[in-house]
């Protein structure tokens, strides 16, 4: 299986403030298409998952650009820009070019 | 509007079987590889399988591969994950995903 170490478990931040969360892999996550398949998934409270961004940095249709997506190989990081509390909540990293696996998630809390 | 609504989770015993269904809508459904996600009540999430839009093709996590089969019914856009034997490390809730879109969940507690 491929491990997917996401760091930190938690953070605690001020509305406005901007934050980043670390994805690293236990393997490269470049597939034989040359695509990486490294998804963020924000799992809201009471809410089922949602996709934020794909292939490591495509933002999904309706998601603000002050979220953003970096990263290859093996390290990858999700950056919010000028948190807003409707970004409370989960994320959680899911890596899809091998059997897909997902980070133990980070819990964004307001300070 | 897509839309994807699972149902039948429960309170099952152990060594029991169990049907999900997940039924889709707002999107041609037999176009989609669709998948089976669950996440323990520590909110670990699990993927455990995944199938082609035509049904042909399967993936299985490997530690859940001989318990749990997925299939579907395209001609009524629904998806099914059939669990047997089920032990209480089970117990989660249950989501389908197109992998952008995913359902509310449904809860499955397996306990004597």
């Known amino acids: 299986d491929v491990v997917m170490t996401q760091t930190p478990p938690s953070l605690s931040v001020a509305i406005g403030q901007s934050v980043s969360i670390s994805c690293k892999s236990s393997?490269?996550?470049?597939?034989?298409?040359?695509?990486?398949?490294l998804n963020w998934l924000l799992q809201s409270p009471g809410r089922s998952p949602k996709r934020l961004i794909y292939q490591v940095s495509k933002l999904d249709s309706g998601v603000p650009d002050r979220f953003s997506g970096s990263g290859s190989e093996k390290d990858f990081t999700l950056k919010i820009s000028r948190v807003e509390a409707e970004d409370l909540g989960v994320y959680y990293c899911l890596q899809g070019t091998h059997l897909p696996t997902f980070g133990a998630g980070t819990k964004l809390e307001l300070k | 509007e897509v839309q994807l609504v699972e149902s039948g989770g429960g309170l099952v015993q152990p060594g029991a079987s169990l049907k999900l269904s997940c039924v889709a809508s707002g999107f041609t459904f037999s176009d989609y590889w669709m998948s089976w996600v669950r996440q323990t009540p520590g909110k670990t999430m699990e993927w455990i399988g995944d199938i082609k839009y035509d049904g042909s093709y399967t993936n299985y996590a490997p530690s859940l591969k001989n318990r749990f089969t997925i299939s579907r019914d395209n001609a009524k856009s629904t998806l099914y994950l059939q669990m047997s034997n089920v032990r209480s490390e089970d117990t989660a809730t249950y989501y389908c995903?197109?992998?952008?879109?995913w359902g509310q969940g449904v809860m499955v507690t397996v306990s004597s």
């Open positions: 995903t197109r992998g952008d879109y």
């Open positions: 393997q490269s996550l470049v597939a034989s298409d040359k695509n990486t398949y």
